[in-house]
């Protein structure tokens, strides 16, 4: 099945700053890439997300990278504020056309400082 | 749009008990996903229903169970708890979960503690 490691598992940086988090996925098969943030008390929220046939994809301050080669993909948050502060997951779907289901990395807690 | 409601949102049973939690998903949405969320294994998929079948299976003993009803609302169901059981439960809907890159909307899930 379908493995997926992020890194960092921490991340603090001061406000204003740039904010990275990096996942790598297994199943050269997965073709859709969605991040959440899940804040204290609440379920994760989509924040951004990426399908297999685009290589980058900005919101705003969010952007998101994919290297399929690689099997890997990234989020870049810029201009980080104090409410970013939260739990950043990746993801990686594969829908076979009967049946599809995400699998999230472990995790990334960042704290944007004063 | 009223978005994923789970309930109860807290839940506190002991071991040895069955408990059954609930997910109303968002109005027009026909796939339910059901995630178990403990800080040592992080977010991992239960099941998956659609049109009152379940269409996808992680890797859970058959204590963990689901059912979705005609429109849509879906509850899963845990037999004999253990301590291990106690984690957030969330449930997400989609449209159809087929299409690729099918968004998922999650609910606030319920949090169980198992004594």
């Known amino acids: 099945g379908e493995n997926v490691e992020q890194h960092p598992s921490t991340l603090s940086v001061q406000e204003g700053d740039s904010a990275v988090i990096k996942c790598t996925y297994s199943?050269?098969?997965?073709?859709?890439f969605p991040w959440y943030k899940q804040e204290l008390g609440k379920g994760p929220q989509l924040i951004i997300d990426?399908?297999?046939?685009?290589g980058e994809k900005k919101d705003q301050r969010i952007a998101v990278t994919l290297n399929k080669t690689a099997k890997h993909f990234s989020l870049h948050i810029t201009e980080t504020q104090p409410e970013d502060s939260a739990v950043y997951f990746c993801?990686?779907?594969?829908?076979?056309?009967?049946?599809?289901?995400?699998?999230f990395g472990t995790g990334t807690r960042l704290q944007v400082t004063l | 749009k009223a978005g994923v409601t789970q309930t109860p949102r807290y839940l506190i049973k002991t071991r040895g008990q069955q408990v059954t939690l609930s997910c109303s998903p968002i109005s027009g949405h026909r796939s339910v996903s059901w995630y178990q969320q403990t800080p040592g294994q992080g977010l991992q998929f239960l099941f998956e229903?659609?049109?009152?079948?379940?269409?996808n299976k992680g890797n859970f003993p058959g204590r963990f169970s689901g059912r979705q009803f005609s429109n849509s609302r879906s509850e899963m169901n845990v037999s004999t708890l253990e301590l291990g059981d106690s984690a957030l439960y969330l449930c997400a809907s989609s449209p159809l979960g087929l299409l690729p890159g099918e968004t998922q909307y999650f609910g606030p899930g319920t949090r169980l503690l198992v004594l």
């Open positions: 993801a990686a779907s594969l829908n076979t056309g009967t049946a599809s289901k995400l699998t």
């Open positions: 199943d050269s098969a997965s073709n859709y």
């Open positions: 229903y659609f049109s009152e079948t379940q269409r």
């Open positions: 990426i399908r297999s046939n685009v």
